[in-house]
């Protein structure tokens, strides 16, 4: 569990490094996010296509 929980941190120190390879990919993506999950729902569909 405490490696999950790792998570969190890595998420922080890594965002800006994250975001700008998903930002600045050259390739067709698709993300998928449930309308209604706490972590991946409908908050972060804005910063998705913003």
Known sequence: MAK???Y???R???RARWVG???DAEIP???ICV???P???RHMVK???S
């Open 12 to 14: 922080k120190l890594h």
């Open 35 to 37: 309308m209604d999950d």
């Open 47 to 49: 910063g998705y296509t």
């Open 21 to 23: 390879a998903l930002k």
């Open 4 to 6: 999950l929980i790792y």
């Open 39 to 41: 972590v991946s729902g």
């Open 29 to 31: 993506m698709c993300l």
């Open 8 to 10: 969190i941190t890595e």
